[in-house]
């Protein structure tokens, strides 16, 4: 739990926003929003993909906002007036652990339970790329339900797949070649990574850190 602990933290350092609180309630308004944050609309939590801040000539200034309901996965656009105002939603977090891929359903067990629960493929959307058989991962539960999964922050993932690299390759050069990990997801590596290494990724952007001996 103390990793997620930190993963919570840096969730509200990077969408540090200048929200309202009402008694226990969070408000955030649309001025504020960034990808990322989680509203509360038509009684269902969203999650933030995109939006553009519109000022007309005439006229009130609005938000068109794009955005993905996390209980059902489906994308959905809509259009508010800047300054309209949302509830945060009232969200939990539970450790657990990735089984297996069955029949388009994503299995995983509860670590303190051992409740099982599965995700179809447009709920977990966002943690496709870095899903590992055994891997802890934190599940969001909105009303005592599980509906989304987070990737740890940072994650060990071995290379699957690239080019081999050239005699006299060192890792203080700055080139970079394509390499596709055991997840799937690809990214760019230094020369000197070779298929079978095991390399630190950081998965808020989908980026390389380091190789790591295993």
Known sequence: MGGFAFFKGFFYTKYKINSITTGEMIVIATTDFKKGIKILYNNAPYIILDYHHV?????????????????????????????????????????????????????????????????????????????????VYSVINFEGKPIAVNPPMFMELMIKETMPGVRGDTAQGGATKPATLESGLVIQVPLFVNEGDYVRIDTREGTYMERVKK
């Open 55 to 135: 000022k007309p000539g005439k006229g009130g200034a609005f938000v068109k906002t794009k955005m993905r309901n996390m209980i059902t996965g489906l994308i959905w656009e809509d259009t508010f007036r800047s300054g309209e105002k949302f509830s945060q939603p009232d969200l939990e977090y539970s450790d657990m652990q990735y089984l297996y891929e069955s029949d388009g359903l994503y299995n995983f067990m509860d670590q303190d339970t051992f409740d099982q629960v599965a995700f179809n493929k447009d709920q977990i959307e966002d943690v496709l790329d870095y899903l590992k058989e055994q891997e």
